[in-house]
């Protein structure tokens, strides 16, 4: 088989690396890829992930057999559909199924319909409504932009003051552009978050390991939001319980409401939980796997994915009778950011250590960095994703760190305390 990624994160080189592993992979491409990537595929520069036609135009040059879509924007745009209709398998929800993630008013809407907890909200496209909403209820609150915002759309504000500053910021100042032209206030949640992905063909559904992300920059969970700094996977917080509550109340009843709705989803679900004294209940669907949870979950994968992945996008029930294993040990994803991330940070460094923390056993799973001349330099807020596997995840924390110190760039940033919650827990 011939197989396409798209994208060029972490995330994509965890799914290129992943799918190189299989007997059914015959040529990798890449696009755009990273330098990573090009270990494993062969990575395509000059296309636009974003440009549907351009992309279905390569892959059919390409004979590709499949297509992997990695991020939210070319889902949303309905680069699936593209692909089939030029009948070209692709593995990602279409553009109608993207709406999960694409319209938080749209996934909102859906779980109240359908009975699957979540946050009690209402949404609204005139700022002084809004406001009006935000002083009934008061803080903590938390207030969201409809649209996509690249993950930072959200505002948990915890006096009513920074409630009302944030519907100014988004609805008046469009911090967010047209992502704010709608806005869902919601109820604050109390627990743990933890993230629970899994495979669909828009029937059957397969939990992957659980995990969890570590959004704050900063150690203790301070600091600005990022994209991720740093996952555990499985998460102790996800009992065998809860993991079967998430199941049935959660994962199982959105794919059969998707379905009855015309939007049958196929692909990756991924389910942003808030495990709360009432049990799991739903922060966010993510139309895609998360970056950096896939750094985490897929090491920890035993079977072959892209059987999986052409199970799910077939939809022709095969799912149901793959058997899908799993490694009972842990993983840990440490990343190394620029200094200074995410807010503003200077690009081009080199970096050095590479080899030496793959020699030491971790996975290198590039995010943003570049070619220059023979070495390899920083091209991004999250440069890299140090992955280590081990029994346990005290091993792990510990084999990752080891991966983490001897890579080394300028102003290299990354968290000390990933997996800190589930060493707690341990200890
Ligand atoms: P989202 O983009 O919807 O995942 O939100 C980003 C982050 O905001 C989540 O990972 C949570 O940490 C936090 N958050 C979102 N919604 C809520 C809520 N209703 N209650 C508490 N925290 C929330
Ligand atoms: N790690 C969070 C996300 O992928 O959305």
């Known amino acids: 088989m011939n197989i396409l990624v798209i994208g060029g ?3 994509e080189h965890t799914l290129a690396w992943k799918l190189a592993q299989s007997p059914l992979a015959t040529k990798l491409y890449a696009i755009p890829g990273n330098p990573g990537m090009a270990a494993v595929a062969t990575c395509v520069s000059g296309i636009s992930i974003e440009d549907s036609e351009a992309v279905v135009a390569f892959a059919k040059e390409h004979a590709i057999d499949l297509a992997v879509v990695g991020p939210e924007v070319p889902l949303t745009n309905g680069i699936v559909d593209a692909c089939e209709a030029a009948g070209i398998l692709a593995f990602g929800p279409r553009k109608k199924a993207a709406e999960l993630e694409g ?8 779980m109240k319909k359908y009975g699957i907890p979540t946050a009690k ?3 609204f496209t005139d700022a002084e409504a809004a406001k ?4 009934q209820e008061g803080a903590p609150i938390v207030i969201k932009a409809d649209g996509l915002a690249a993950g930072k759309g959200v505002i948990v504000a915890m006096t009513l003051d920074e409630a009302l500053a ?7 100042d469009q911090e967010f552009g047209a992502a704010g032209n709608r806005v869902v206030i919601e109820e604050f949640m109390e627990g743990e978050e933890a993230s629970l992905l899994c495979f669909t063909d828009g029937e059957t559904i397969v939990p992957m390991i659980s995990s969890q992300d570590h959004k704050r920059a900063y150690d203790g969970d301070k600091g600005p939001n990022t994209g991720g700094m740093g996952t555990y996977a499985p998460a102790p917080v996800m009992t065998p319980a809860m993991i079967e509550a998430a199941k049935e109340k959660i994962l199982k009843p959105v794919i059969a409401a998707m379905k009855q709705e015309g939007r049958k989803y196929q692909g990756c679900l991924y389910a942003g939980l808030m495990i709360t004294k009432d049990g799991p209940k739903v922060v966010e669907f993510n139309a895609r796997f998360g970056d950096p949870e896939t750094q985490v979950v897929l090491p920890l994968l035993r079977s072959d994915l892209a059987q999986i992945m052409v199970a799910c996008a077939k939809g022709d029930g095969s799912l149901g009778k793959l058997d899908i294993e799993w490694s009972d040990g842990a993983a840990v994803c440490v990343v190394l950011a620029s200094g200074g991330y995410p807010k503003s940070y200077q690009k081009g460094y080199e970096i050095t250590g590479l080899d030496k923390a793959e020699a030491l056993g971790c996975h290198v799973f590039h995010a943003g960095t570049a070619e220059r001349d023979d070495s390899v330099v920083t091209a991004g807020g999250r440069v890299l994703g140090v992955v280590a596997e081990a029994a346990d995840v005290r091993a792990a924390v510990d084999k990752a760190y080891q991966g ?16 800190h919650r589930a060493l707690e827990r341990q200890s």
């Open 103 to 110: 319209s938080k008013a749209f996934s909102k809407g859906l």
């Open 9 to 11: 994160g972490g995330r």
């Open 132 to 135: 009006a909403y935000v002083k």
């Open 121 to 123: 909200y209402e949404v």
């Open 166 to 172: 944030a519907v100014s910021d988004i609805m008046e």
């Open 404 to 419: 983490v110190n001897v890579i080394d760039f300028k102003d290299k940033m990354f968290r000390h305390d990933i997996a």
